[in-house]
């Protein structure tokens, strides 16, 4: 591992200088053509092979080592947000509404200068390395489903990904076997009333009313008809009924998200917000329309990859804390490359010694310490070598 970590250590300010202009030149999910071109271009100067638009404007880049072995999939996805950047830095999103306020670009650039390391260094190890740089992680249906449909798992044994976690410490990595994020859904529900002015309500059906009690009646769900043991999240995020002060809205929408771990709640759940639904507005004497869109599936570890990180990690100077994480109600689309193959996704610590209250992903003003790509790169480096190496061990022994 030292040669490795030697050479990510004399790449680091390559990596910060990567991640920076990244930062100021982001893309938005499926429109990430400028981002896909610049990746490309840098496995082109590297004389790596890689093949484009895989499933859209995903990249998937192979180095092959010395030998024969197995080949190990490292991912990182590359789009970003419709976020105004607020940061005061020089490095600031040039595009006007657009920010990676979520640690892509940090992702992508230790990714590739792993890739430049393990290119280095592929007379030293056997096997294969598969570098697949994703588009589209933040909306569904993502980029991982239609780079999988394209083959980029296609002979890959094991596959490994982590996410810069800015509100966790620098030095942390945070690992989970099992189900570690959430399935992230969405729902629409839309309320069909009588509209009428706001001095005659008894001429009306109120909308608003209506899914007023929607919003209350849809907690109870959770408090009340889920078991306490089966984590269940529903929240809205959006209620919309746009009229003039004195009018009374003929039309409202709610607009939210349900977060399960388990195929058997999420179903259970449907079910649940379609009777509450119906019930109501059949009360009310209104109609509505109920969508419910599955978004991505929960990511779920695999026990012996992840004992391997675990492992690896402990032995990593600047990995000063090894945590295993409660699971988290975010979601993210490499829950599909894990239903594939066998691995692990895990957190690496991105908040500076410096800075008591981060700002969390997804804010305006959000950065993390860059430092956490280097610790990134040589966990996610160091779990693939190890995992080379046990394989090649065992070849040897048949």
Known sequence: MSDLFSMLDSYYPEMVTTRRYLHENPELSFKEYETAKFIQNFYKQLGVPYQANVGGNGIVATITGRNPGKTIAIRADFDALPIQDEKNVSYSSKVPGVMHACGHDGHTATLL?????????????????????????????????????????????????????????????????????????????????????????????????????????????????????????????????????????????????????????????????????????????????????????????????????????????????????????????????????PGTFFFTGAKSPAISEPYPHHHPKFDFDEKAMLIAAKTLGSVTLASLKHSNKLVGQK
């Open 113 to 341: 200068y792993l890739a430049k390391a393990f290119f280095d260094l592929k007379d030293t190890w056997d096997g294969k390395v598969v570098f697949l740089h994703q588009h589209a992680e933040e909306y569904a249906p993502g980029g991982a489903i239609s780079m999988i449909a394209d083959g980029c798992l296609n002979g890959v044994d094991e596959v490994y990904g982590t996410h810069l976690w800015a509100v966790e410490d620098l030095g942390t990595i945070g690992y989970r076997s099992g189900p570690i994020m959430a399935a992230a859904d969405r729902f629409t529900i839309t309320i069909q009333g009588q509209g009428g002015h706001g001095a005659e309500p008894h001429r009306t059906k109120d909308s608003i009313v209506v899914a007023s009690q929607l919003v209350i009646a849809l907690q109870q769900i959770v408090s009340r008809e889920t078991n306490p043991i089966d984590t269940v999240v529903i929240s809205i995020g959006s209620f919309e009924a746009k009229n003039a002060f004195n009018v009374i809205a003929d039309k409202a929408t709610l607009i939210g998200t349900v977060r399960t771990f388990k195929k058997e709640i999420q179903a259970q759940v449907k079910e649940q917000m379609e009777r509450v639904i119906k019930g109501i507005c059949l009360a009310n004497d209104v109609t509505y329309e109920f969508k419910y869109d599955d978004g991505y599936p929960p990511v779920v570890n695999h026990e012996k990859e992840t004992d391997l990180l675990v492992q690896v990690a402990a032995s990593i100077d600047e990995v000063s804390h090894l945590k295993e994480m409660d699971p988290k109600m975010g979601g993210e689309d490499f829950a599909y490359y894990l239903q594939k193959v």
